[in-house]
């Protein structure tokens, strides 16, 4: 049976998120490979709207650790994050004072690891404002109703993490990253080329073997790639190149001068479908 005769008997695939989204590109086809391929930029709405000012300060930093600068002000503002509210203190009679919510929280969180509750809070903005499923949270994610699911949406909704409108806050530094990537990393550049090292393919669906090095992967809905060959090694055998758009990149390491993703040179990258080659360590 030819590789067509058996995708037109094959059940259909499960569902790649939600039919809307807050970006203007159909779900399906921002996960597409077509889109990886081809991207356009994926402006949340309102986004620029509701942060005026912000932006206006970014336009006038001549460096990007002046707009860093700006970013951090900004932050420390309009949701009150100031450098004692990233981590719990203790009050005066042992209890024990609850801070609100911080992006640089979720970043720790995800360091240690992309399955913390932290990560599926992460996964949980991508899935409201990209529409994108995740495939994966300490299992894979065959279909919503699973146990790895039901572990995501109640991780995802925790009231620990969303007392501060985390979301907006992301959203505002997915801007920025947006607008750091255009004016200062990869001016006119449509694509980043970035690396992830794996040692197993769990928490990646092959979709198609193109040949003998290129396959094309299902990622999951936010996933880290760093932009150094030599630092995937050390994160797995199996070495994925990728072709990434720029508007998938959600954060990188130079963003910002002091974050807890700094040591490895990360890109943070909305998944999807990707072509990657894969190499051998």
Not at 16 to 44: D, K
Not at 80 to 86: A, I, M, N, T, W
Not at 218 to 234: G, H, K
């Amino acid at each position: 049976m030819t590789i067509a005769a058996r995708a037109s008997t094959a059940p259909p695939p499960p569902a790649v998120g939600h039919s809307t989204n807050l970006v203007g590109v159909p779900t399906p086809l921002l996960a597409s490979r077509a889109y990886n391929e081809h991207p356009v930029p994926l402006p949340i709405a309102g986004v620029r709207e509701m942060n005026r000012s912000f932006f206006t300060m970014l336009d006038d930093s001549p460096t990007l650790a002046d707009a860093a600068e700006a970013f951090h002000k900004y932050m420390a503002a309009v949701f009150d994050l100031e450098p004692e509210q990233h981590e719990k203190a203790r009050r005066s009679d042992g209890g024990v004072r609850r801070f609100r919510s911080s992006y640089l929280r979720l970043f720790k969180g995800w360091g240690y690891d992309n399955n913390s509750p932290e990560g599926a809070v992460l996964k949980g903005w991508v899935e409201s404002r990209f529409g994108l499923f995740p495939t994966f949270h300490k299992g894979p994610i065959p279909a919503m109703g699973c146990k790895a699911w039901a572990d995501y949406i109640s991780e995802k909704m925790s009231s620990r993490f969303h007392n501060n409108s985390i979301y907006v806050q992301l959203d505002i530094m997915y801007g920025f990253c947006q607008w750091a990537l255009e004016r200062f990393i990869a001016p006119g550049e449509s694509h980043l080329t970035l690396w992830r090292g794996v040692n197993d393919y769990d928490e990646h669906q092959m979709v198609e073997r193109l040949d003998k090095r290129r396959v094309v992967i299902r990622m999951n809905n936010l996933v880290s790639f760093t932009s150094e060959r030599e630092i995937a090694d050390c994160f797995g055998d199996n070495i994925l190149e990728a072709r990434v758009p720029a508007a998938k990149v959600v954060f990188f390491s130079r963003l910002l001068p002091v974050h807890p993703l700094k040591g490895e040179d990360e890109f943070l990258v909305i998944g999807g479908d990707y072509a990657v080659n894969v190499s051998y360590f």
